[in-house]
RNA sequence: GCCGAAGUAGCUCAGAGGUAGAGCAGCUCACUCGUAAUGAGCAGGUCGGGGGUUCAAUUCCCCCCUUCGGCUCCA
């Protein structure tokens, strides 16, 4: 049962879902009156807003957003009902023939009742199941944001529609409210930071989605992989490191030539042809290949930071976040069957406590067998039994995507939260009976008897690109002192202290503190000014009163002050925060 | 890949058929200064790349590249 004040949440919800669909009514509305010959396909009410799709020959721009508000603007003052009727399926397909609708008639076949509702605003008639306001005099503030492609029904090879998106409040506070978050949202871009914490760039010149790490970013980097293999090797996993190339006749065994050649890059030396890796797993094979493996051995945890390539079309690359070339925390293990149970609940437990060391919130989801898979229905059955047990014993919520698997077996992904409520996908936990099979792996069991093992695919980060662009934003730019590249940077007010700082550092330095030097002869509010625009945790200020006492003044990023500390105590306080990753 | 928009100094942006401008950053000088911008001066650009139209193109046209907003796809 909900509680009444998010029955109260879920009722605003609903109201607001309600007038935004209406919204995107009326923004029809207007349109048809305003551009005759233009079809009109769907126009639902999204998270943000709404949008409405349009097949119209010139498309539009956001050009037209001015003419289109208006018009929207005149058809609200004139308060029009909006009227709801229940007609037969025949009948709404005839009336939708004859005004040229085929989008709606398309939308009517796939129907299976007999009757449907249409909802009329003077004339301007839809499909749809409503609910909508009673007349458009009830809409309230709203404003067209964008155009886009979108193809119908969302397939590639559909024709493209010209999607307008709109959003819509009920007044104008909530609106500027709304547009303010937006802009919010907007300083905590990583790529916006990117530029400039001057941690990362890319290149035309180099290539599209391919990613340079300048000496903060790099450091950062730098740090995660430093955790990722503390981690590892607490959880028994052992590191491998295979090559980025390897002979194309290893892909098509594999089958990653059969069903992903498209992402693949390949090449030619010497005669022969080699592919660049888009995936970890057949160095780990071949590891697990190279010698007689007991029952006792396993499970076999083979882990590596495995920088891999992937073709991925030009209008997905997305800054850090959709790259071409990326480094994932990869590990592949090899496991007996009645191992797969214990040995999901680890990783699960592995996640788990870095999402929260990240201070992410996250969700899971289990993707069943797809209409495509090899392998027999009795292990995809026992996998998916045993991925449910998992989930199901640690008492979280999951949700279950039907047929979504990949071809060689069931996962869990693990979408995270970030800290502005947005979800990416990083962890993912795959089974896979195929390449184990494939390769002819196998293990000497108790009976002397061979057997063939399972194979995890698991990530924990997913990949380090996008784990940063996602970290970049979820802190703002604001990261913990654990993993800020720079931790503190010491202030002179006056040149006289400037040997003392020099000194100061080099101590903080050698003590494993990352430590920046602002000894320009400039005023001290200009070396904080510049200080927290870099977002560096500590700003250290050395003037007359700390050299003579051997302490220091911190001012702290996230607010407040350490006032004449001594430097022993400051640095003891950065070292432990490192040791506690806070 | 598809639809739409954009690309001017290191960054953020203005400008216009007659070969470009601001702020910040940079450099030089003065100031030696106590918690979010001291002042003055200097320097900085084949106006994304390639073709075309024109007496003349950074501006108009075409192609390409890249970026941005979406669609589709994904770590």
């Known amino acids: 049962m909900a509680e009444p004040h998010e029955e109260k949440e879920d009722q605003a919800e609903a109201h607001l879902n309600i007038l935004r669909h209406s919204t995107s009514h009326l923004m029809a509305q207007a349109v048809k009156d305003l551009f005759p010959g233009v079809k009109v396909a769907i126009g639902p009410s999204i998270e943000t807003g709404f949008y409405y799709d349009f097949d119209y020959e010139p498309g539009f721009t956001e050009d037209d957003f001015a003419k289109i508000e208006a018009r929207m603007t005149e058809l609200v003052k004139m308060d029009i009902p909006i009227v709801r009727k229940m007609v037969k399926k025949e009948d709404a397909l005839e009336m939708f023939r004859k005004a040229g609708e085929a989008y709606k008639v398309e939308l009517i076949e796939a129907i299976e009742d007999p009757e449907v509702s249409l909802y009329t605003q003077d004339n301007f008639t839809d499909l749809c199941r409503g609910p909508h306001l009673a007349s458009t005099g009830q809409i309230g503030v709203f404003k067209l944001l964008s155009v886009a492609g979108a193809y119908w029904r969302g397939d590639e090879k559909n024709k493209m529609l010209t999607r307008i998106y709109g959003t819509a409040f009920p007044n104008q506070d909530s609106l500027d409210a709304y547009l303010k978050f937006v802009e919010e949202v907007k300083k905590r871009d990583h790529r916006r930071l990117g530029k ?111 920088t891999v390539c992937r073709h991925e079309k030009s209008g997905v690359l997305h800054g850090l976040l959709r790259v071409r070339e990326f480094t994932q925390d990869d590990a592949h293990i090899f496991l007996r069957q009645d191992q797969l149970h214990q040995e999901i609940l680890n990783i699960m437990e592995f996640v788990h406590d870095v999402m929260e060391i990240f201070d992410f919130k996250y969700e899971m989801e289990i993707s069943t067998r797809p209409d495509k898979y090899i392998g027999t229905l009795e292990d995809w059955n026992k996998a998916e039994q045993v991925l449910k047990e998992v989930l199901d014993g640690q008492g979280l919520p999951y949700d279950i995507n039907e047929g979504d698997g990949a071809f060689y077996g069931p996962k869990i992904d693990i979408k995270l939260k970030d800290a502005i409520g947005r979800k990416w996908q990083c962890a993912t936990i795959q089974c896979d009976f195929a390449l184990p099979e494939r390769f002819d792996l196998y293990y000497v069991d108790s009976d002397g008897k061979r057997k063939r093992p399972v194979m995890l695919h698991r990530v924990v980060l997913g990949a380090l690109e996008r784990f940063i662009g996602v970290l970049i934003e979820h802190y703002g730019g604001r990261f913990p002192v654990w993993l800020s590249p720079v931790q503190v940077i010491i202030m002179n007010i006056t040149d006289e202290q400037e040997p003392y700082v020099r000194s100061m550092r080099d101590a903080m330095v050698s003590e494993g503190l990352r430590v920046e030097l602002d000894t320009r002869n400039e005023k001290l509010s200009l070396k904080i000014r510049d200080g927290m625009v870099k977002k560096i945790p500590y700003m250290v200020v050395v003037g007359k009163k700390e050299m003579a006492n051997e302490t220091i003044s911190v001012r702290v990023r996230d607010g407040g002050e350490l006032k004449d500390i001594a430097v022993r105590d400051f640095i003891e306080r950065v070292k432990e925060e490192n040791l506690l990753r806070r």
Request: charged share 30%.
């Open 196 to 306: 400039e914490l001057d941690l990362f760039s890319v290149s035309d010149e180099v290539g599209a989605g391919l990613v340079i790490y300048h000496p903060n970013g790099a450091l950062l980097r730098y740090l995660l992989e430093d955790f990722e293999r503390k981690e590892h090797l607490k959880r028994g996993y052992q590191f491998v490191v295979g090559p980025h190339i390897l002979k194309l006749d290893m892909w098509k065994k594999s089958g990653h030539y059969e069903n992903y050649r498209d992402n693949m890059y390949f090449t030619k030396i010497d005669d022969v042809d080699y592919g660049i890796k888009p995936m970890n797993c057949l160095s780990h094979i071949m590891v697990y290949r190279s010698t007689i493996r007991s029952y006792r051995d396993l499970p076999l945890r083979y882990f590596e930071l495995g």
